[in-house]
């Protein structure tokens, strides 16, 4: 391919992260875990907490509106509340398994809600002022997607940190407005336990119990234009 | 805090990330930037290529699903019938800004489609048969939710790569689904533009363009209950 612009090929790239570095990078994003065993009741540092937050804060947003705002819950009452909301979710949606699938979900570890000492409520302003409305005609979803990257990068320093994340979408978005009185222009996105862990598994949980496996990345690509199956071939 | 279940407190934490590590990890979110100028021209070689995208592939996804898709563009043909898309669609994305504020929106540098050598249309089946159906009963959003977890991911190790991502998204996605070939099934989520840059931003393009500002941690975090000021206020 010619170099573009008239320049010449090849050029100074910024490399500025050493073997070392970008090998704990890939370790961070490979060996990061949904978490919802091995908490340990250790209380989180407000310092360690705000890293945690600044990194989320570092992530991408359209238009550099910045619309994830972050509830920090450490009271137990509140928590509680949550962790009955989420019971309710729970049996509801066990309801569609049967047989060996149905033992299965039974089986499966869900949630940290009352072990993690610390749970996130994510909001988002989906029609965010800030950023001046840039990137959202066409893609109006991207102030969601910010807030979703936001997330993505308070995991992985959260797994730095020796602290795991587990996200809880069984929960009715309703019943945590109420419990955080959230209004109604933002909208309730995600719901994170936090907290130091024992151990990271080396496995997700979901491959553990026998819930599914991993596909290969060879699966999951295409070259050029669109070669994958239609749904049912 | 009291120990939960009958354990003692303080408890064996898996620290396993030495301070060196974290620094890199950190900064890496911090320095990581949405980039639409500075691409030079070298071909992305395979093997970095595929680092990344295991990297996306490692992202956490509801229920195990990894609902994400990946289409890798190289070829410059179809790139043009992508740039011609934006261009038809940032035309009418300018016309609701007038003034000083459309004279900077003139100004502003949106897309590197045809300068990075690798494009990448992210794709996501919102309704997979993987994951048996976990988590989504609630919030189904969240298989659209993972597959940005696992763009975040891809950003994060092309940053450490010396290698630059700019997220498009002034762009019809229609118009992607029509270019890749992507079946109904499949939702267009993302059209990133991929390669080595010369050097990354020390702030965002945008708050040096005066587009906007950055806020305060400050102001996206509240303890306990949502605190924030309700819109107009």
């Given at each position: 391919m010619p170099p573009f612009q008239g320049e010449t090929s090849p050029e100074v790239r910024a490399?500025?992260?050493?073997a070392a570095e970008r090998a704990a990078v890939y370790r961070a994003i490979r060996s990061r875990r949904d978490v919802?065993?091995?908490?340990?009741s250790d209380e989180v540092e407000p310092e360690v907490l705000q890293r945690v937050l600044e990194a989320a804060h570092a992530a991408p947003s359209v238009g550099l509106s910045q619309p994830w705002r972050f509830i920090v819950v450490r009271e137990r009452q509140t928590r509680e509340a949550v962790h009955a909301a989420f019971t309710k979710a729970n049996e509801e949606a066990s309801r569609i398994y049967t047989d060996e699938r149905a033992e299965r979900y039974r089986n499966l570890r869900l949630q940290g809600i009352l072990e993690a000492p610390v749970n996130i409520c994510v909001l988002c302003?989906?029609?965010?002022t800030q950023g001046h409305?840039?990137?959202?005609?066409?893609?109006?979803?991207t102030a969601l997607y910010s807030t979703i990257c936001a997330i993505q990068n308070l995991w992985l320093a959260a797994r730095v940190e020796g602290m795991g994340v587990g996200w809880v979408s069984i929960i009715d978005p309703n019943a945590l407005r109420k419990i955080f009185e959230v209004p109604a222009h933002l909208s309730i996105v995600a719901y994170l336990c936090v907290g130091y862990v024992r151990e990271f598994a080396s496995e997700p949980d979901l491959v553990t119990a026998g819930w599914e496996g991993r596909t290969a990345l060879s699966d999951v690509v295409f070259n050029e234009r669109y070669e994958g199956r239609e749904r049912g071939e």
């Amino acid at each position: 391919m010619p170099p573009f612009q008239g320049e010449t090929s090849p050029e100074v790239r910024a490399s500025d992260f050493d073997a070392a570095e970008r090998a704990a990078v890939y370790r961070a994003i490979r060996s990061r875990r949904d978490v919802r065993s091995h908490f340990v009741s250790d209380e989180v540092e407000p310092e360690v907490l705000q890293r945690v937050l600044e990194a989320a804060h570092a992530a991408p947003s359209v238009g550099l509106s910045q619309p994830w705002r972050f509830i920090v819950v450490r009271e137990r009452q509140t928590r509680e509340a949550v962790h009955a909301a989420f019971t309710k979710a729970n049996e509801e949606a066990s309801r569609i398994y049967t047989d060996e699938r149905a033992e299965r979900y039974r089986n499966l570890r869900l949630q940290g809600i009352l072990e993690a000492p610390v749970n996130i409520c994510v909001l988002c302003d989906e029609n965010p002022t800030q950023g001046h409305g840039l990137g959202r005609q066409t893609m109006p979803q991207t102030a969601l997607y910010s807030t979703i990257c936001a997330i993505q990068n308070l995991w992985l320093a959260a797994r730095v940190e020796g602290m795991g994340v587990g996200w809880v979408s069984i929960i009715d978005p309703n019943a945590l407005r109420k419990i955080f009185e959230v209004p109604a222009h933002l909208s309730i996105v995600a719901y994170l336990c936090v907290g130091y862990v024992r151990e990271f598994a080396s496995e997700p949980d979901l491959v553990t119990a026998g819930w599914e496996g991993r596909t290969a990345l060879s699966d999951v690509v295409f070259n050029e234009r669109y070669e994958g199956r239609e749904r049912g071939e």
